[in-house]
């Protein structure tokens, strides 16, 4: 098969695209490298630096292509409170630019990277595709958003389209900014240099942190599998772990005593977050096989940014 990648050069997007052309499927990639990693694709990838509101350029690329990676978006959740506008333009008008190209060119089938922080806090856990959504930020509103957009162009135009809520994504080669790194490479980082690990919130909220090999697995299901026209699917491990004991596995896997700090002041987000995997199961026979001990060990002795100096 040929697939269009947006946001190819990103954490998930490089890895889905390695493991595709891997696979023996061509590959194209658009990226606009304001946050990616060029050199972590496979010389079999062919990435174009460019803007995915950019209509001119998506529809070149998209010719003959069977499906679509919808990958690109702004990300950060603490920018997105300042910059609510930025993340409008790009995580829904990108969304919307990219399904008009499709149509335009015919393209069979998009699956659309969304995320669980769309849910927001919820009365039962684990949470159900079927919760209302309570989304808390400029960031999970506009994940939203692309889901209604991408379903319902894809009805009025019959394009069969997958939005699949990925919850904490992590592994080697994740984006450590110097500011609002995710949680898992900034805890693995801090506890390697024997540094501080500051906790928002009490610690004791939880999270579905499901491992990249993992997500990629779901993925790539999801461009083949029947049946899922107009679905939404949970991807995450379906496991619940704390801030708190995360800190602590990472202390035991990295052997160090790193100071740990916990900042009640700062929201830690919701209170609970886990995956219902029902559909997931159903749908794209999908099974996550990496234990949370497991990814973090590989991403730990695999990810040369973590022991840096």
């Known amino acids: 098969m040929k697939f269009l990648i947006t946001g190819a050069a990103g954490f998930i997007g490089s890895a889905l695209a390695n493991m595709l052309v891997k696979g023996g499927h061509a590959v194209i990639g658009i990226d606009d490298l304001s946050t990616g990693k060029a050199d972590t694709l496979s010389k079999e990838v062919v990435l174009h630096q460019g803007d995915v509101n950019d209509r001119k350029l998506l529809w070149s690329l998209l010719q003959d292509v069977d499906c679509v990676y919808h990958l690109a978006a702004k990300v950060v959740v603490p920018d997105s409170i300042l910059y ?5 333009t790009v995580n829904v008008g990108g969304t919307v630019t990219l399904m008009e190209a499709m149509r335009d060119m015919r393209v069979k089938r998009v699956v659309l990277a969304s995320s ?3 849910y927001g806090n919820q009365p039962q856990q684990p949470v159900k595709e079927t919760a209302v959504p309570n989304p808390r930020s400029p960031y999970a509103v506009s994940k939203l958003a692309a889901e209604y957009y991408t379903h319902s ?5 019959g394009i069969e389209t997958v939005c699949l809520r990925i919850f904490n994504a992590y592994g080697p080669n994740q984006q450590l900014p110097g500011t609002h790194p995710p949680v898992i490479p900034y805890f693995l980082r801090q506890a390697h240099q024997n540094a501080t690990i500051v906790i928002h919130g009490d610690g004791n909220q939880t999270r579905d942190y499901i491992f990249i090999d993992d997500v990629v697995e779901g993925l790539i299901s ?3 599998a029947k049946e899922v026209d107009r679905q939404t699917i949970n991807l995450g491990s379906g496991r619940e772990t704390s801030v708190r004991n995360l800190a602590r596995l990472i202390i035991e896997i ?3 005593q790193p100071e740990i700090i916990t900042n009640v002041r700062n929201d830690g987000g919701p209170t609970r977050m886990m995956a219902d995997l029902t559909l997931a199961r159903e749908k794209l026979n999908f099974h996550p096989r990496t234990p949370l001990e497991i990814g973090l060990e590989i991403t730990y002795e695999t990810d040369p940014r973590i022991r840096a100096v």
Do not use: F, V
């Open 222 to 224: 999801a461009s083949s």
């Open 116 to 118: 669980g922080a769309i």
């Open 254 to 256: 990295s052997g160090k």
């Open 84 to 88: 609510p506008r930025e993340y409008n």
């Open 153 to 157: 162009i894809g009805s009025l135009w």
